[in-house]
């Protein structure tokens, strides 16, 4: 079963930049919607942010302006630069495929490991 790798955390200072990156461990049968979920300390996997195959996006409020979702249709990777980054945006960051649909999104491969975010100074 394919499952996502997600790479590109680390540690950065507040108002920092970094770039995840998260691409499937084998092939899919078709091109999917993706999303990116993050999971802050102490709470369970949310929604962050999704873009659909023709690149309709949504962000959650805490990070519009500055979290950017791309994606490569072909590859069915996905990216999320992240810059201004604050303490708040400290969690683990997952992605994922499946269909976004009225601002939700419904995963459908099984959750990879995650990439590690901390914003301290």
């Known amino acids: 079963q394919v499952q996502f790798v997600e790479s590109g955390g680390g540690l950065v200072e507040p108002g920092g930049s970094l770039q995840l990156s998260c691409a499937a461990s084998?092939?899919?049968?078709?091109?999917?919607?993706m999303a990116w979920y993050r999971q802050l300390p102490g709470q369970t996997r949310k929604l962050l942010t999704s873009?659909?195959?023709?690149?309709?996006?949504i962000y959650e409020d805490s990070v519009k302006g500055r979290f950017t979702i791309s994606r490569d249709n072909a590859q069915n990777a996905a990216y999320l630069q992240m810059n201004s980054l604050k303490p708040e945006d400290t969690a683990i960051y997952y992605c994922?495929?499946?269909?976004?649909?009225?601002?939700?999104?419904?995963?459908?491969?099984?959750w990879g490991q995650g990439t590690q975010v901390t914003v301290s100074s």
């Open positions: 994922n495929v499946g269909e976004a649909y009225s601002g939700s999104f419904w995963p459908i491969a099984p």
């Open positions: 084998g092939s899919l049968d078709k091109v999917y919607d």
């Open positions: 873009i659909t195959v023709a690149g309709l996006t």
